[in-house]
């Protein structure tokens, strides 16, 4: 534990040495919340239609903007 107070400072040294020996008092979520969302399209062939690519990435826009009340909601709890 002296080298890793040195090297990280004792708030961070402790942590890191309780942490390698199993010992975590942090409470286990178990659905944790996300912290990204994404959304993809595979093409069959290569794409080179620039009009092409801004209609997909509008339509990936258009199906990420949709999700983010949703979310936003599921995490949402009254006081």
């Known amino acids: ?3 890793l107070i ?15 020996n199993s010992q975590d008092l942090r409470t286990v979520q ?11 399209r595979t093409f069959n062939h290569d ?4 009009a092409e ?3 997909t ?4 826009t258009e199906e990420l903007g949709a999700k983010a009340p949703r979310r936003a909601a599921s995490r949402w709890k009254p006081p």
């Open 30 to 40: 178990p659905q944790p919340i996300a912290k990204s969302m994404s959304a993809e």
């Open 57 to 60: 990435l509008l339509d990936l």
């Open 1 to 3: 534990m002296p080298t």
């Open 6 to 20: 040195r090297l990280f400072g004792t708030a961070t040294g402790r942590l890191l040495h309780a942490h390698a």
């Open 47 to 50: 794409v080179l239609d620039r």
């Open 53 to 55: 690519h801004r209609k």
